[in-house]
C-alpha cells in the first residue's frame, strides 16, 4: 500500500517478506493413523465440564461490546463462580451504554470511570490493574493489536475468532501467542467447536482409528445474508464502515474467514495439519453493502492425495446447511456425533444426555459458547495452561488462503500466503474520510502473486 495514501487496495498480495518459519498445529501428525488407543490428555483434548472449578476471583474487561461481545461477557460470568466484568471499551459510546445496561440487569454494575470509548480504549482498559483477564470481541481486523497489548500488559486473554484479515496479523498473532506461552498468559479462542463434547467425543474416536486412514473431507456454511447496515446521516466513511463491518474484507475477512472458518478449523483438527495449496472460485451476484463475496467453493490440498472440498454462501431462499464430513478407508464421519461404515451402517454415535423421561435429547449439557470459556478459567485457576491462540491463527490463514484463491483465481500455495505481506486496511485508522475503493476482486485480472 502506498504509505501516502489511505486508499484500500483489496488483493494487495505480494511474496516478499523477511518473516520465514512455518507454524505447526497443535496436533502436528495425522492421528487418524496411529495405533493403541490415545486418552484425551494425549490428545489434548480440553476438559469437558459443568462448571468452572472455585478458585481466586477473576475480573475480566470486554473490549467490543456488540452482540457478540456482550454475548461473550454473559457466557464468562455464567461458567463459574466469582467471576466479574469490571471494565468496558468501545469505538462507539451507545455500544458501551448498551452492553453496561444489559451487563446491570445481571447485577455486574460498570462504574463509568471503567468505561472507555474510541480507538484507545483498549490500552486504557488493559492499564487497569484489577483486570486479570480481556475478553477481545471487536471486528477481527484489530485482534492483532489488541492482542499484543493485552500480553504486554500481563492478561489472560480470550479472543474471538477469526483472529486476524491478513498473513501480517496472522504472524503478529502467532508471534503473540509465543511471549503468551512464555510468560504462563493463558489463551482460548471462539472455536466453538474445539470445546463441544460431541465433537471432542468423535474426534477421539477417530484419532483412534474409528475411519482408518483419512482419505478426504468436506466442509460447508451455507446461510442466508446475514446482517448489513444502510448508512446514516452524520456517519463519515470510517464510521460507516465499522458499524456496518460484517461487510467489509478490510474489518471481517470476508465470511469464509467470519463463519466458514469454524468448518476449515475442525477439518485441519481431524486431518492433524493445515494444506499445502488452494485453488477455487467464488462472487457477487446479490449483496447490497460492502464488498464481499456471496460465496465460495474451495479445494484445499492436504498432501498425499488428500483433498477437502470446502464451500460457503450467504444468498437468501436457498438451501442451507453447515456442517463437515471427513472420509477415511474404514469408514466417514460428520465430525459432531456419527460415525458410519463404509457400507453406511452405524458404526458408533455419541450418547446425548436423556430428559426426565430417559428420552435422549439433542443436545450437550453445557453450550460451547459457555464450555470454552470454562476452559480458559479452570486452566488459569488450575495451572493447566492453554494456548490456543496459534491453532487458530493458522486456520485463520487457511481460510485467507482460500479466500486469496477465489478472489485472484490462481493456486495459492501455503508457504506463500503465510510470507504474503498482504496488510488490508487503511495506513491510519481513525473517524473522519477514507479514500476506498470498493472493487469487488475478479479472477483472472492481473495481480502480484
Not at 516478499?16 to 490428545?43: E, H, Q, W
Not at 470459556?373 to 485467507?400: C, D, F, K, P
Not at 491510519?428 to 474520510?433: A, F, Q, T
Amino acid at each position: 500500500m502506498d504509505a501516502n495514501s489511505n486508499q484500500i487496495h483489496r488483493r494487495k498480495f505480494l511474496e516478499n517478506t523477511a518473516f520465514a518459519g512455518l507454524g505447526i498445529l497443535g496436533a502436528s501428525a495425522i492421528l487418524s493413523s496411529c495405533k493403541g488407543k490415545l486418552d484425551s490428555k494425549a490428545l489434548g483434548l480440553p476438559p469437558i465440564m459443568l462448571s468452572a472449578p472455585k478458585g481466586k476471583k477473576l475480573r475480566a474487561g470486554l473490549i467490543g461490546t456488540g452482540n457478540r461481545g456482550t454475548g461473550a461477557a454473559l457466557n464468562f460470568i455464567g461458567c463459574g463462580p466469582d467471576l466479574e466484568i469490571v471494565a468496558l471499551a468501545d469505538v462507539f459510546q451507545d455500544k458501551v451504554d448498551s452492553c453496561r445496561s444489559r451487563l446491570a440487569k445481571y447485577k455486574m454494575n460498570i462504574p463509568t470511570e471503567k468505561c472507555f470509548v474510541g480507538f484507545d480504549g483498549y490500552k486504557k482498559l488493559m492499564a487497569l490493574d484489577d483486570v486479570d483477564v480481556v475478553i477481545l470481541a471487536t471486528p477481527p481486523q484489530f485482534r492483532p493489536d489488541h492482542f499484543e497489548e493485552a500480553v504486554r500488559t500481563n492478561k489472560h486473554v480470550f479472543m474471538e475468532k477469526p483472529v486476524a484479515v491478513d498473513p501480517v496479523g496472522i504472524r503478529s498473532i502467532i508471534a503473540t501467542a509465543k511471549k503468551a506461552e512464555a510468560l504462563g498468559l493463558n489463551v482460548v479462542t471462539g472455536t466453538q467447536r474445539r470445546h463441544q463434547e460431541d465433537y471432542i467425543a468423535t474426534y477421539q474416536q477417530v484419532a483412534n482409528g474409528a475411519i482408518g486412514k483419512i482419505t478426504s473431507a468436506k466442509a460447508y456454511w451455507n446461510q442466508a445474508h446475514v446482517w448489513f447496515r444502510t448508512r446514516e446521516e452524520g456517519w463519515s466513511d470510517m464510521e460507516y464502515m465499522i458499524r456496518n463491518w460484517n461487510n467489509f474484507c478490510w474489518l471481517c475477512g470476508d465470511h469464509i474467514l467470519d463463519t466458514h472458518v469454524h468448518n476449515i478449523d475442525v477439518i485441519n483438527w481431524f486431518i492433524g495439519k493445515t494444506p499445502e495449496t488452494a485453488i477455487g472460485y467464488g462472487g457477487r451476484h446479490r449483496r447490497v453493502t460492502g464488498d464481499q463475496y456471496d460465496f465460495f467453493s474451495i479445494d484445499f490440498d492436504y498432501g498425499k492425495g488428500v483433498f477437502s472440498h470446502s464451500m460457503s454462501r450467504q444468498i437468501d431462499s436457498c438451501s442451507n446447511e453447515t456442517g463437515e464430513m471427513i472420509m477415511g478407508t474404514e469408514g466417514f464421519s460428520n465430525c459432531r456425533n456419527m460415525i458410519w461404515n463404509l457400507d453406511g451402517s452405524v458404526k458408533w454415535q455419541f450418547e446425548y444426555p436423556k430428559d426426565e423421561n430417559g428420552n435422549p435429547m439433542s443436545q450437550i449439557k453445557v453450550p460451547a459458547y459457555v464450555q470454552e470459556h470454562m476452559h480458559l478459567v479452570y486452566a488459569i485457576r488450575s495451572g493447566n495452561y492453554v494456548n490456543e491462540a496459534e491453532q487458530t491463527a493458522l486456520s485463520t490463514l487457511t481460510a485467507i488462503m482460500g479466500r486469496t484463491a477465489a478472489y485472484t483465481g490462481k493456486k495459492i500455495t501455503w508457504d506463500e500466503i503465510f510470507k504474503s505481506d498482504m496488510d488490508l486496511g487503511p495506513t491510519k485508522i481513525e473517524m473522519g474520510p477514507v479514500d476506498i475503493t470498493f472493487e469487488v476482486p475478479i479472477p483472472g485480472t492481473p495481480v502480484n502473486v
